[in-house]
């Protein structure tokens, strides 16, 4: 039997549910088509006319860390945003928002530090539906740290497609024991579909945070761990990877030794890579082994395969005082370009360019020069020749040379805006600490738009594209251009 085309769930997502079950009931695709068309034409409020208003593309997901596995942070070329204008501002909600915003299906999901995860709609901003998750853990109970008053979601969501499923870790509390959960949501509805501790084993819960985002590789969910602001009690780097239906997981652990502690997966935000063949990457922070004479898998970049199987690494010559210094290596996640090379900077406030297929272990870089003069502090965006790279004094544009392997620094933007950039059309999208978002010419990073946002609780804020709407983040709310 031949089975007769079906309508895509985003065409779907656009029709009145009398359409919708007219689908159901076997209607030619023909006829249901031409049903969509009356639709968006009479029929007030549907998605077909709230697009019409937007200057961006029709529909387009932003579905992990900076768009996609690699964090390229790079939007559809038809996302330009020439002249954006505010479309809405959400409802204030409950919590601190920390992740990037993200978009699919006519929804745009973000979490809060107060256990909530919210589902708003891309038309008009508001709360399609709200899902607590958990008791958020008061900041009190922690060791140390800057979040306050209380630690709940903090890493930046991910959405399957496929499954329709949006994942988030939250630390919670319950009897005064501190433990974090992976939790699937339902994206249409919210529904808790999965609820299972992750926490790495033998840790001092409440001295781990799930900074980072969370990616997908392979059918399973991977979260990473470092510890509080302040490197206060002990903690270790970790990476956990968890099985999208939940079941049996497997860890990485960053200084692993006997005595040893650090090592932290923090990223600035940042989720860690996955690439093409499925394996993933990341960096990480200053370890606690100060005098060798081996390093300690802190403050070095790591490849590990889907099964979390150590690939290769590499570790900076200076890594005894890298560690000694807190000059975290893993303030932000490498960037794979594409031509065989990967940028890395950090606190350093050096850069390094590494081969992808030779990470080359202790000093194996290609080249290493002086950079930003500042920390590097969460994703870049980046393209095969132009990384866009968030120094904390101000966002800097530099060229990858693949010929001669030297950084030539392009620019470096007169905003001081250090939020963790995104590209869209010609411009580079950064969040000011002060609540301005900016966009920035590509060509010498000048500000020609500049946006009020409000100020974020996100100590790297970055913007999102999607459903041709240009978001971003306050303290509790989300604000939306077109």
């Known amino acids: 039997m031949t089975e007769r085309p079906r309508v895509s769930s985003s065409l779907l997502v656009a029709l009145p549910w009398w359409a919708r079950v007219w689908d159901m009931v076997n209607v030619p695709l023909a006829l249901l088509s031409m049903f969509a068309v009356v639709a968006a034409v009479l029929v007030p409020g549907t998605v077909a006319q709230a697009r019409a208003r937007h200057a961006g593309p029709v529909a387009t997901n932003w579905t992990t860390y900076h768009a996609n ?45 107060n256990d909530v995860v919210y589902g708003l709609s891309a038309t008009n901003g508001s709360v399609a539906w709200s899902t607590s998750v958990g008791s958020p853990v008061p900041a009190g109970s922690l060791p140390c740290g800057d979040i306050s008053p209380n630690v709940g979601i903090t890493s930046t969501p991910v959405i399957d497609s496929s499954r329709s499923e949006v994942f988030v870790v939250a630390d919670e509390v319950s009897d005064s024991a501190i433990s974090h959960h992976l939790v699937g949501l339902g994206l249409s509805t919210g529904n808790i579909v999965l609820d299972q501790v992750v926490d790495p084993p033998g840790t001092l819960t409440a001295a781990q945070l799930q900074r980072p985002g969370l ?56 989720a860690p890579v996955v690439d093409s063949g499925g394996n993933i990457w990341f960096a990480t922070g200053n370890g606690s082994n100060t005098t060798g004479p081996s390093p300690d898998g802190g403050d070095s970049v790591i490849e590990l395969s889907s099964s979390l199987v150590p690939l290769q690494s590499f570790t900076p010559s200076t890594w005894q005082t890298d560690n000694a210094d807190d000059f975290d290596l893993g303030s932000s996640p490498p960037a794979l370009m594409g031509n065989g090379l990967v940028f890395m900077a950090g606190k350093s406030r050096t850069a390094y360019l590494l081969k992808e297929s030779k990470l080359g272990g202790v000093g194996g870089e290609v080249t290493e020069q002086p950079f930003c003069g500042t920390n590097v502090d969460g994703g870049e965006a980046f393209t095969t020749k132009v990384v866009y790279a968030p120094c904390l004094a101000g966002v800097q544009a530099v060229r990858v040379n693949t010929r001669n392997h030297k950084l030539h620094v392009l620019w470096s933007t007169s905003t001081g805006s250090s939020g963790p950039p995104i590209v869209a059309g010609n411009k580079v999208w950064t969040i000011r600490q002060d609540g301005t978002l900016f966009g920035l010419r590509k060509s010498n990073g000048k500000a020609v738009v500049q946006l009020t946002v409000g100020a974020p609780s996100n100590h790297f804020p970055t913007p999102a594209v999607g459903d041709g709407l240009l978001l971003a983040a306050s303290s509790n709310r989300v604000v939306a251009f077109h």
């Open 69 to 113: 596995p690699l964090e390229s942070g790079i939007a559809p070329s038809t996302a330009t945003f020439a002249h954006p204008k505010l479309d809405w501002t959400s409802p204030s909600l409950d919590g601190q928002l920390y992740g990037e915003p993200l978009v699919e299906g006519g929804l745009v999901v973000v979490a809060t530090e």
């Open 215 to 270: 990616t997908l590789d392979q059918g399973a969910v991977e979260i990473a761990f470092g510890g509080n602001a302040g490197d206060c009690s002990t903690y270790h780097g970790w990476v956990v990877s968890v099985p999208e239906s939940g079941g049996a997981m497997r860890t990485w652990e960053a200084d692993a030794s006997p005595g040893d502690d650090e090592g932290a997966v923090w990223l600035g935000g940042a």
